[in-house]
């Protein structure tokens, strides 16, 4: 059974930083892409960053330049590294992976259970 377990998260002040990682362990035969997304109090669930299996990367506009998405391939991990975090960026921050599990000829999409951001003076 495929799971994606985060860490990482916590409370920092404005313009501090943080770095959250995501685990993901199971019969995994391919991972195609992994990402993150967030969701604040009252607000949808948003995209933030993604990586793709060819190191391809694609960003939210209100994160582009201070936050950075990278991938351990031999770990199956995906990191988050943000910096000069606002207070807008409080919220909850979910890890996806788009992977296919052994023995099966499809892929499916995955969810971690979350980790809090805080930022706040």
């Known amino acids: 059974q495929v799971q994606l377990v985060e860490s990482g998260g916590g409370s920092v002040q404005p313009g501090g930083s943080l770095r959250v990682s995501c685990a993901t362990s199971g019969s995994i035969a391919s991972i195609f892409a992994m990402g993150w997304y967030r969701q604040a109090p009252g607000k949808q669930r948003e995209l933030v960053a993604r990586i793709f299996s060819d190191s391809s990367t694609t960003y939210a506009g209100s994160v582009k330049g201070r936050f950075t998405i990278s991938r351990d391939n031999a770990k199956n991990t995906v990191y988050l590294q943000m910096n000069s975090l606002k207070p807008e960026d409080t919220a909850v921050y979910y890890c996806?992976?788009?992977?296919?599990?052994?023995?099966?000829?499809?892929?499916?999409?995955?969810w971690g259970q979350g980790t809090q951001v805080t930022v706040s003076s």
């Open positions: 996806s992976a788009n992977l296919r599990e052994v023995g099966r000829t499809s892929s499916n999409n995955y």
